[in-house]
Structure formats: C-alpha cells, structure tokens
Nanobody, 129 residues
Framework: VQLVESGGGLVQAGGSLRLSCATS????????IAWFRQAPGKERQGVGC????????FYRDSVQGRFTISSDSAKSTVYLDMNNLNPEDTGVYYC???????????????????????WGQGTQVTVSA
C-alpha cells in the first residue's frame, strides 16, 4: 500500500496550490481519502475528505469555500485544490485512507485520524504573509 503526496511548496498569501495523493495497493473505490495537516507545535487536524467519487465530501469550516477535494478513480488519485491561501494554512499536509464503511453512517468521522489505515509521508505547504 502506498499513498504519495506531491504539490506542496511556498506560496504567497492569496495564492493557490494543488496537492495530489497518488494511491496504490488497495481498492480505491472502497476507501475514503482524507487530507490532514499539521503545523509546527500544533496538533494534526482534518482538512477534508472524499469518498465514492465525490458523492461524499466533508470539509473543516476554516477551509470551506477555499479548498476543494476531488478524485480520479482511473488514476486512484485524490486532489486538494487550495485557493486564497493564508499563513494559517501552513503545515505538512498528509493524505490518509480508511475503509468507507467505517464512515458510511457519519461521514464527518473521516476527519478523525484514528479511523484511517494508511498514510502518506506528507508534503510541506508554506504560505508567506
């Protein structure tokens, strides 16, 4: 099983980035994929998650309307499009996969890291003021 994030970098406030999470080794269609981030000295927090080709989506309030998660099942890849970035968005961004049935009844549960089985190595996003 592999989850590989890419697309991080340094961007000015107000700018945009697209992160990718390329997955392999498990049945992509049976899993929910979540994005998490962790800033220095802070706890990891869920950013948002997707399942069933976008039928199920959930975002944390602070990124709602600025971030968009999408998926390409043919490539087993999930994307995080981040717009209007601000310095508070700085951190290491991780993608994680958990079996969809765990979240089926309460999809917001996907924002909890303990529910996910597989994790990527992370990609750094730095937003300068």
């Amino acid at each position: 099983v592999q989850l590989v994030e890419s697309g991080g970098g340094l961007v000015q406030a107000g700018g945009s980035l697209r992160l990718s999470c390329a997955t392999s080794g498990f049945a992509f269609e049976d899993y929910a994929i979540a994005w998490f981030r962790q800033a220095p000295g802070k706890e990891r927090q869920g950013v948002g998650c997707i399942a069933n080709g976008g039928v199920n989506l959930f975002y944390r309030d602070s990124v709602q309307g600025r971030f968009t998660i999408s998926s390409d099942s043919a490539k087993s890849t999930v994307y995080l499009d981040m717009n209007n970035l601000n310095p508070e968005d700085t951190g290491v961004y991780y993608c994680a996969a958990g079996e969809y049935y765990v979240f089926a009844s309460v999809f917001s549960r996907c924002m909890g890291g303990a529910w996910h089985d597989y994790w990527g190595q992370g990609t750094q996003v730095t937003v300068s003021a």
